[in-house]
């Protein structure tokens, strides 16, 4: 291959320390993701300072195993890229900083990356073992006009990607985002933190035959929007409705209805967004893509001809091979790591 571009991939927007090399844009050498989640259980969410102190522990190891794991040296990598926003800013800057600092080490070209474009690249990313999510088992690249749904803790946006970093936003949430909402239930219903894995876990003890909770969808029509604040209401008061605490089964059942009402708006109004831009292909992309009813829910409601690009679940949290290939992809806008400006965690994503 001409340009064979072994990129480094950091993110620390978040809780997780993600470090990977991932070749030419699409095929990862190796990802390495340090989880925190143990460290924040117990306050039933992420604790900002606690996340950083952390990760300023964890980069430099998860650097030195990304690069023992892809059999490569510092020397052998052509550009370094890092989360720039949005996230946590005492989070974010550890990763970002260090990325500089290797980048200005070996006079590396860097890439400042969008977290959530590094989500929408998790769908050009090929798995070491070529494990794919096509069945023809080939890694076709998803073909552009592409239509893509991000859904993850702190976003929830309807895309439409019509060639490499050229974005129109169609919508998003106007309130909870959809991972947020599954953390916010799972803590209602007393499961352990984050919600989202909880609740699928709740949602399939429901023994066979036995009834889901019936809750609300906010459907919104007419546009590309999506509300989760009602769903959320609505869970609340079916945990109150029972005065005593909730038995195992009530909390499975309110589970698989919340899941349930979720996947249903995801994949119906994807499906309409998708039908009505003619796109070439759907990515779902995100924390919540991990979830197994999304993933179903929205294959089903597509038309089979129409390609749906799904990361494998470790691939749709966050992850440092995201931003190794969104890197890749905006390597022409690559700057000096002199001149890669402060973390901005506020960031959208360019529409
Ligand atoms: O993309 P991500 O790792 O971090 C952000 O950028 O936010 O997403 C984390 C979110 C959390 O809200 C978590 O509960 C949710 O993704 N999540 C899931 C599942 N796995 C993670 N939600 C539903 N089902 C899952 N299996
Ligand atoms: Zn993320």
Redo the contacts with the bound molecule.
Sequence with gaps: MVDMVNVLGIDT??DDTAVAVVADGRRIRSSVVLSQQSLHAAHGGVVPEVASRRHLEAIRPAVGRALDEAGVRLEDIGLVAATVGPGLAGSLMVGYNLGRALALGRGLPFAPVN?LEG?IYSAWLIPPSGERTSHTGEAPEPALPLLVLIV??GHTELVLMGAHGVYQRLGGTLDDAAGEAFDKVGRLLGLPYPGGPSIQRAAAALPPGAQAATLPRAWLRGTDNFSFSGLKTAALHLTRATGAGLDEREVEAIAAGFQDSVADVLATKTAAAAAKHSVRGVALC??VAANSAVRERLRAALPQRLPLHVPPPALCT?NGAMIAAAGYYRRGEAVAPSAGGSVRPNLALPV
């Design positions: 927007s978040c977290h989500h993850s803790g995100g924390g966050d």
